[in-house]
């Protein structure tokens, strides 16, 4: 199963229900300083979550991103240079190929095992579990294989780039929308043929009108423990 089926949707509302409150709690901090963010593709970090991040270094946290499948030489270095606006320290570059995610998992899952030893990451960044593209769903499958091969003991926060999650946090990045829109820019091989920027732009607005506080823009989440996040997509995958 390369996407999510129907019936893992609807198993889905049952299974994070216990996880949401009517109202979004609005997130001011992270909870931790290390943060690594796994982008199935390069500018899944700069859409789904770049906002958060782009706050979290400027608060002086520390940020890594682990790109998991290469889009050319091009796209590398279009990468860099939106790592660097958002301020991350060091890259990490996988070289899957594109769409080979979903028949690569063990091997993945090794590679985010040595990650995970060597970054010791407090929260890590990946996409929903039913984003709707094969590598992102490969991303959740490959990271309950790893926490089988060894443990990660963080907090998952669960982002979207192709389907609209069901998030129990949000965070204002009201002040951030603009170096967040400079990220995804520089993604030129992309942005050509789809206007990311209005993507992005549309949803950070939806959720801050659902927010409803005073903000502008706010990037959602689904934020669970690894062990939590590790049961849900066993459950529902």
């Known amino acids: 199963m390369k ?28 909870p931790g300083n290390k943060v ?30 682990a790109f998991c499948t290469s889009g ?3 796209r590398l270095y279009e990468a860099k240079d939106a790592a660097k606006v958002l301020g991350a320290k060091i890259s990490h570059f996988l ?9 690569n998992t063990t091997q993945l899952a090794e590679r985010f095992t040595e990650l995970f030893n060597r970054v010791k990451p407090e929260i890590v960044f990946l996409p929903f579990m039913i984003d709707n593209h094969q590598d992102h769903v490969s991303i959740s499958k490959a990271f309950v294989k790893a926490n089988k091969m060894k443990s990660v003991n963080c907090m998952v926060y669960a982002y979207s780039v192709w389907t609209t999650l069901i998030p129990n946090v949000v965070i204002d990045i009201s002040e951030q929308w603009e170096q967040k829109k400079q990220a995804i820019e520089c993604y030129k091989t992309q942005t050509a043929t789809r206007d990311y920027v209005a993507m992005a732009s549309s949803i950070s607005k939806y959720w801050s009108v659902v927010k409803g506080k005073n903000t502008q823009y706010c990037e959602a989440f689904f934020k669970a423990t690894s062990s939590e996040y590790v049961s849900l997509v066993k459950k529902i995958l």
């Open 3 to 30: 996407y999510a089926s129907y019936r893992s949707v609807f198993k889905m509302y049952e299974y994070v229900q216990p996880f949401l409150k009517y109202s979004l709690p609005l997130e001011e901090e992270l």
């Open 36 to 65: 690594l963010v796994i982008a199935p593709h390069q500018d899944d970090e700069s859409i789904g979550c770049g906002g958060t991040l782009i706050k979290h270094t400027k608060a002086g946290g520390r940020l890594e991103i």
């Open 72 to 74: 050319g030489e091009k």
């Open 95 to 103: 070289q899957f190929d594109i769409r080979s995610l979903y028949s």
